[in-house]
């Protein structure tokens, strides 16, 4: 029953002053972007110029995929039952699991695994495909039902790379997809999932907040759909994934 | 049971291709900060410096508050019973509502709402307050329990006056501080709810959004948090505000 | 600050000890049908045989609907998406909400409201619907999008009949229905929420209460969609209302 | 993308027509108890007498346990935040986890499995106190940090006794019990969890709903909570499980 005191190291908070990790809140609000703020109190420390514009990419990178996914319909279900708006993200946020964005996470988790183990970055892929092809598991952060290619992919690898950030994660993915092309003749490119599990697993992130990026990153579109289904639709119409139109702004350039 | 098609402009997803309100997803994954991201998303147009300058700071003001709000004791309850990050992300941003970083969207509603009415800014100020002294309601977004002053009101300030932003709603947000002190001659100073309700309303965004905002601003102290339960407490503790202890970094600055 | 001491008079529990409402869990377990507890736990005194009988009743009402309503599909994403099954029930509880089984509340408060207006019940009921149309508002809880006569209405006010215990609320629902006929020559019987909202106003509930019970009712079968989800389908299905097909039990009486 | 039809077996919806795994909702409405329907609705069938009545002290035992849990302390703070009685259910529901009530399901699944090996209950019990022992693991389901004899165990188990029900599971249960003891040298009596868990497993329910069980008798003890949040304080105020004090009626008998 011991009221014991218990420890937290997020922030401080006084009469006139917070503290975010030990940095003034006022002096964040100017000098630093989200992004680095998001890593600084994920992380407890600055991140390095490589790693704020990788970390800026990765939570731009899936801000949003349209309505099909099953967390927005979840969360225009919520709005579309007469709820607040945090109730509907709340609502898409626990949508967002092991099959939903958990690729992040379980190709980190593998990576990170197998990428301590010694010897040639090729031939620990080689022996990962193995192990996968003799278990019946699938490489998480492979492969996609809708892109063949994913565009995010290639930009968050050309901005480590830009940077000299390139890691052995980054590496040990490349080294897996084409170990899954030899060995199991199939092309399984890697996904923004695969991407995002290895670059943050080169940036030092437990892969345990791997579902956590993607969340954060989420948000924002999820509460672009509830405002949408808010503003533009009926209570309670018939919600499913199909068919809908976009009817957005066309193709356009910063 | 008509299948009717149903419309939507948020983004736009083909194979190979990531449009969100127009923008292809690998350009702004590199050329567009976070905060400017969220802005697209949520208005669907690029923001201008000053907007995504105010954009960042708003997303940074409120991205944590120590483990006091309930928000952060319901995340570390979801933990605490044995459950994954998302769903303790979940049970944070359920808590955020009308009393808990609700202030914002009331401020901002009133706000709108005054702001529209002719006049000099200083005299709309006077009713309001004879209104909220009549009605015996609080003025939200004004007053803090804890701080005195709330450090980020300036600073918000500070960054639209820099680049010239401060329109109708800042001007009668400090009218209306002004006037609670004479007419009330209660010393009310603008909190941060208030100052981005303000800011929001110049922005030009729908009151309704102001929790919305919130909550993406919140969620990644939401998962740092509930990261911190998992990896340095015991399922089940006892759960409660108090007494705890700041053992983070020292004051540092960038 | 003040660590004040708050009170509660749900429970009582002490080792080797747990009081409900003053009732010993061990004699509940085998002395009380579970709607009684529910009825215990909510109202703080037992239920008299007619309010058990129809607490039953309301509860066994609306357990569940098939999988239409946006609740379930906001349950059947949760799974869909790789999650607990508790994460499932709660997105689905998340969808009810004022469009969605709001109407119980929403129907009971007008009913109380009004039932307090001296006169003849029907003469309550006219006025009611003259100002339903001076308004432009609907009735809460009478019509049905899918049942012309719900089946479950009649059911409920025969039990209540039965037992003598109907009272001014079931009356005045019914006189509404009648007047709404009258008046606006539209016939919109009453449903399941209006005649639950009625029965639950005649027992003496606050009428804010008519959601939570809504969702008591409604979990198992949330539970049910969900492990159903679990059981037969696969991960990150195109979910959607339509098409499905009933493949359960045919028709079977006790 | 098919839009291929899917199958659900739980209810049967037409124009003036519910029908619940083939009954007819005003039928069960009138002749079925509410634990009967929370029965049939996740199996599929009607109950024997005895799995009747044990399903009702099931839901009965864990209806409330008052203020300390944490599933109470997110429901509460979901009312202190300002939202609704809905969302303030899904805060407490998502803190029901492996921690917290997941001893039924995880007791529950090691009886399954233990029970399905050969030999008398003492020598499947005692292997699996050894087993225990090796692998350094705690039983789930057995002691009780508060509870040193839970109340509500020996009240299941004499109901299942009086009914000739006990089955292999709840010998188990017993067994190992007895096991604990004399091979740890450990008072580890059974609790509510240990004994749901075994009487599940009799009646053949998957080990994997026993949570979802918990939370549908729980749920009433949540909206409880937060009811009483809602209406006897204020919001936003310090929560926390300490101190409070019970002030409801005092021990009572039916």
Redesign the interface.
Known sequence: ?G?K???????????????????????????????E??YL??R?E?PSKAEAELM??I???T??????P??V??TR??I????????????G??????????AIEQSAKIMQEWAKKGGEVSAIAADLVEWLKETGKRMPGFGHT???????T???FD?AERHGYSGKHIELCRAIEKALEEKLDKKLPINVNGAVGAVISDMGF?W??G??LF??SR???L??????E?I??K????????????????????
């Open positions: 029953m009221n005191t218990w420890k937290t190291g997020i922030s401080d908070v006084s009469p006139g002053r917070i503290r975010i990790r030990g940095y003034d809140i006022a002096e964040i609000m100017e000098k630093l972007t989200y992004a703020v998001v109190v994920l407890g600055l800026n990419a939570l731009v990178s801000v949003d995929h349209g309505p099909l099953p967390s319909l979840a279900s919520v579309s039952g007469g709820n607040s708006l945090n109730a509907a993200i709340a609502g946020v626990l949508v967002i699991g092991d099959s939903h964005g958990g809708l892109h063949q290619v994913d565009p995010r290639a930009k968050l901005i437990d345990r907040l579902k956590g969340v954060i948000v924002p579109g509460l672009a759909h509830a405002y949408e808010m533009r639709e209570p309670l119409r018939k919600l499913g994934p199909m068919p809908f139109a976009y009817d957005g702004p066309g193709d356009r350039n910063i």
